[in-house]
């Protein structure tokens, strides 16, 4: 099977975590897999490369709705067997496409759709139109979370049998956990960062933006000046970043992208998420599948894992009072901190591995 996942970018962040690890299940399997991107950021195009994948870097869109992009992709997309797009700029160009050739007796690929976020349709005024009118144009529209499929259903309208949920699923650790590991990891963070190894090391990894509340986690931890945080994830607004700059101090450091994201993870005493807004998110499952301790906001898209198992602690949107007294009681409570993240690794494995989420999508593909 021939399949191209289409993205308009190829940043550092949960979305490309999830195509690269799609991408590369699918290829082990035996498909013809390629990665299709066509605007300015592609950060992590060589890292794909790299790894075996083939990502195809057409000429730059142009600003607004470029014709020429809709003729370019009806030449280099159309003759695969499955066009898999992630996030709603590439369904604005792919659905068209795929309805003119319906209209027009052609043969065609089958359309799959993600949405990864609706934080599109939260922050800009004409998201959800683009949704009522782009979602109808896809085979199949897949939610990462219950949330979003009920975002479809409830408000789109869409015919039930079109819409599907799959959860997020992460390439887990193989391996055991040593206290060893996770020291000498913690010492690599700590000579990188200039950090003080025999302190306790927080870590907060996404991308910098208002909905991902990375301010919120920088006050409320100025009032624990025994621990040190390091809020990992590139700018994606740069007047938010240069002002959570501002908030800097010998323990709060804003480190940028990084990809060696298992090593952080590992080498942190907990990871911490104040976001506003998430399907199921990558980055926590990561952190969660290397048994680090995660203490996060009561979201849709977290609180979902806690069908499976309270292990792990959450807080009210905005509480800095109650995020600080499960941050105080996790870290009195080691032994109890400690028991809950070795069984939230085991949730991951079992309900969240690339695996699992890749037999889903193919399921959807030959249906």
């Given at each position: 099977?021939?399949?191209?996942?289409?993205?308009?970018?190829?940043?550092?962040?949960?979305?490309?975590?999830?195509?690269?690890?799609?991408?590369?299940?699918?290829?082990?399997?035996?498909?013809?897999?390629?990665?299709?991107?066509?605007?300015?950021?592609?950060?992590?195009?060589?890292?794909?490369?790299?790894?075996?994948?083939?990502?195809?870097?057409?000429?730059?869109?142009?600003?607004?709705?470029?014709?020429?992009?809709?003729?370019?992709?009806?030449?280099?997309?159309?003759?695969?067997?499955?066009?898999?797009?992630?996030?709603?700029?590439?369904?604005?160009?792919?659905?068209?496409?795929?309805?003119?050739?319906?209209?027009?007796?052609?043969?065609?690929p089958k359309l799959i759709h993600t949405t990864h976020g609706l934080d599109h349709v939260d922050n800009y005024p004409r998201g959800k139109l683009y949704q009522k009118i782009f979602a109808r144009l896809a085979d199949t529209m897949i939610g990462v979370s219950e949330k979003i499929g009920k975002f479809y259903l409830e408000d789109i309208k869409l015919n039930p049998k079109k819409v599907v949920v799959i959860p997020n699923g992460i390439s887990t650790y193989p391996g055991i956990i040593t206290d060893q590991m996770r020291a000498e990891k913690k010492a690599w963070i700590a000579e990188r960062h200039g950090l003080d190894?025999?302190?306790?090391?927080?870590?907060?990894?996404?991308?910098?933006?208002?909905?991902?509340?990375?301010?919120?986690?920088?006050?409320?931890?100025?009032?624990?000046?025994?621990?040190?945080?390091?809020?990992?994830?590139?700018?994606?607004?740069?007047?938010?970043?240069?002002?959570?700059?501002?908030?800097?101090?010998?323990?709060?450091?804003?480190?940028?992208?990084?990809?060696?994201?298992?090593?952080?993870?590992?080498?942190?005493?907990?990871?911490?998420?104040?976001?506003?807004?998430?399907?199921?998110p990558v980055a926590v499952l990561e952190a969660l599948a290397v048994e680090t301790p995660c203490l996060m906001s009561e979201i849709p898209g977290h609180m979902t894992l806690l069908k499976y198992g309270s292990f792990f602690k959450t807080f009210a949107l905005n509480d800095t009072e109650g995020f600080l007294k499960k941050f105080d009681k996790m870290f009195a409570d080691q032994q109890g901190t400690i028991s809950d993240a070795k069984k939230a690794r085991g949730l991951v494995e079992d309900h969240y591995s690339v695996k699992t989420m890749v037999n889903k999508y193919l399921q959807v593909y030959e249906s």
């Amino acid at each position: 099977m021939r399949i191209i996942h289409v993205a308009q970018f190829l940043g550092i962040g949960g979305l490309e975590k999830i195509v690269f690890h799609l991408a590369l299940e699918q290829q082990r399997r035996g498909h013809n897999v390629e990665i299709y991107i066509y605007d300015y950021e592609r950060t992590w195009v060589e890292y794909f490369r790299k790894s075996g994948l083939t990502v195809i870097t057409p000429k730059l869109k142009k600003p607004g709705y470029d014709i020429e992009l809709l003729q370019r992709m009806n030449v280099d997309l159309f003759s695969a067997d499955v066009i898999h797009s992630h996030d709603l700029n590439p369904l604005m160009y792919l659905g068209p496409l795929s309805l003119w050739k319906r209209l027009t007796f052609q043969k065609r690929p089958k359309l799959i759709h993600t949405t990864h976020g609706l934080d599109h349709v939260d922050n800009y005024p004409r998201g959800k139109l683009y949704q009522k009118i782009f979602a109808r144009l896809a085979d199949t529209m897949i939610g990462v979370s219950e949330k979003i499929g009920k975002f479809y259903l409830e408000d789109i309208k869409l015919n039930p049998k079109k819409v599907v949920v799959i959860p997020n699923g992460i390439s887990t650790y193989p391996g055991i956990i040593t206290d060893q590991m996770r020291a000498e990891k913690k010492a690599w963070i700590a000579e990188r960062h200039g950090l003080d190894v025999n302190r306790p090391v927080i870590l907060s990894l996404s991308r910098v933006v208002p909905l991902k509340d990375q301010k919120f986690l920088m006050l409320a931890l100025k009032q624990r000046p025994d621990y040190q945080l390091i809020i990992a994830g590139p700018p994606s607004d740069q007047t938010y970043y240069d002002e959570l700059k501002t908030l800097e101090d010998k323990n709060i450091k804003l480190i940028g992208s990084q990809e060696l994201v298992l090593e952080y993870n590992m080498g942190c005493d907990m990871y911490v998420t104040a976001s506003t807004h998430e399907g199921i998110p990558v980055a926590v499952l990561e952190a969660l599948a290397v048994e680090t301790p995660c203490l996060m906001s009561e979201i849709p898209g977290h609180m979902t894992l806690l069908k499976y198992g309270s292990f792990f602690k959450t807080f009210a949107l905005n509480d800095t009072e109650g995020f600080l007294k499960k941050f105080d009681k996790m870290f009195a409570d080691q032994q109890g901190t400690i028991s809950d993240a070795k069984k939230a690794r085991g949730l991951v494995e079992d309900h969240y591995s690339v695996k699992t989420m890749v037999n889903k999508y193919l399921q959807v593909y030959e249906s």
